[in-house]
């Protein structure tokens, strides 16, 4: 079982509770059960970490991060929309996915070192940093309601992928205009 930080830590701090992931040399290892289960953990919102009872830690984690199917699903008609459905299903174009069905040799990004995944394309590729600063100050105001943290790739990926429940349908089609149109400008579909 890794460490908690909060036993290597003089002072109680808001990560405290953090399980230490372990060092990891190679994104195949990064990725293997242990690492990848750590920093998912560790990306948990407290108040469902903290749940005492396997069954209402079950039922908040259900409530907090279940992905409702809704019509807005096929929102857009566009090859930009179909990338959007393709990124949610794990069958684009992105090299992780093709490496994954075995498309291709390698899972990296054509223009840097990550994997290029869902998260990478979205949120960290610094290729696309004008496009996703477009995006992200005009869905800003979105996401502020919303209160998922910039840094918080799980949630905030989640929400660009498949919107959220606490939006309107009005609100969640706006939202999938302003991704797709980031997705057009990409190049990468
Ligand atoms: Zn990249």
Redo the contacts with the bound molecule.
């Keep these: 079982m890794p460490q908690r930080r909060g036993s290597a830590d003089r002072y109680p701090t808001r990560r405290s509770e953090d399980y230490i992931p372990p060092k990891t040399r190679t994104v195949k290892y990064q990725k293997s059960f242990i690492p990848a289960t750590v920093k998912r953990w560790n990306q948990l919102d407290k108040n469902v970490r903290d749940k005492p009872t396997i069954n209402s830690f079950k039922a908040t984690l259900k409530k907090t991060y279940s992905v409702p199917k809704h019509n807005y699903y096929s929102y857009g008609k566009d090859k930009w929309a179909v990338a959007h459905t393709r990124m949610r299903l794990g069958l684009s174009p992105l090299n992780q996915h093709l490496h994954s069905h075995h498309i291709v040799p390698s899972s990296c990004?054509?223009?840097?070192?990550?994997s290029?995944n869902c998260i990478?394309?979205l949120l960290?590729?610094?290729?696309?940093a004008a496009s996703r600063s477009n995006l992200f100050g005009v869905i800003g105001p979105t996401v502020d309601k919303l209160g998922i943290g910039i840094t918080n790739e799980f949630l905030m990926s989640n929400l660009l992928l498949y919107g959220h429940e606490q939006l309107t349908v009005h609100e969640n089609k706006q939202l999938f205009y302003h991704v797709q149109s980031f997705l057009k400008e990409t190049k990468r579909f």
């Excluded at 990004?109 to 990550?114: G, S």
């Design positions: 990004c054509p223009h840097c070192d990550e290029e990478h394309l960290r590729c610094p290729k696309y």
